[in-house]
C-alpha cells in the first residue's frame, strides 16, 4: 500500500507542478503583453506628434511657397537673409548689448 501512496504522491506533485508552471507562464505572458501595450501606447502618440508636427511644416512649406511666388519675395528672401545675419555687399552691422533682453 505504501508504493500506492507514493505514486498517488508523485501524481499530485506532479499535477501541481504542471499548474503551477501554467500559473507561471501565464504571469509571464501577462506581463510582456502589458508591456507591449504600453510601448504601443507609446509609438501611437508619436506617431500622432509626428502627424501633427508634418501637417504644420506642410501649411508652413505651402505659405512659402506663395510667398515666393508673388512679387514680394525678394523682401521675403531680404528678411529672412538678415534674420540670420547676413548683410549686404557695404553695409555695417550694428548689434545693440547694451540691453538684456
Same mark, same amino acid.
Given at each position: 500500500?505504501?508504493?500506492?501512496?507514493? &505514486?498517488?504522491?508523485?501524481?499530485? =506533485?506532479?499535477?501541481?507542478?504542471? @499548474? #503551477?508552471?501554467? @500559473?507561471?507562464?501565464?504571469?509571464?505572458? #501577462?506581463?510582456?503583453?502589458?508591456?507591449?501595450? #504600453?510601448? =504601443?501606447?507609446?509609438?501611437?502618440?508619436?506617431?500622432?506628434?509626428?502627424?501633427?508636427?508634418?501637417?504644420? &511644416? @506642410?501649411?508652413?512649406?505651402?505659405? =512659402?511657397?506663395?510667398?515666393?511666388?508673388?512679387?514680394?519675395?525678394?523682401?521675403? @528672401?531680404?528678411?529672412?537673409?538678415?534674420?540670420?545675419?547676413?548683410?549686404?555687399?557695404?553695409?555695417?552691422?550694428?548689434?545693440? =548689448? $547694451?540691453? $538684456?533682453?
Amino acid at each position: 500500500m505504501k508504493a500506492k501512496v507514493k &505514486q498517488l504522491d508523485r501524481k499530485t =506533485i506532479a499535477k501541481y507542478l504542471s @499548474i #503551477s508552471l501554467f @500559473i507561471l507562464v501565464a504571469l509571464y505572458c #501577462s506581463v510582456v503583453l502589458v508591456g507591449n501595450y #504600453s510601448d =504601443i501606447s507609446k509609438l501611437k502618440a508619436q506617431a500622432a506628434d509626428a502627424n501633427v508636427r508634418y501637417e504644420q &511644416q @506642410i501649411d508652413e512649406n505651402e505659405k =512659402i511657397k506663395a510667398v515666393l511666388n508673388s512679387k514680394n519675395k525678394d523682401r521675403y @528672401i531680404e528678411k529672412k537673409a538678415r534674420e540670420k545675419g547676413y548683410a549686404k555687399d557695404g553695409e555695417t552691422v550694428f548689434y545693440d =548689448i $547694451s540691453s $538684456s533682453k
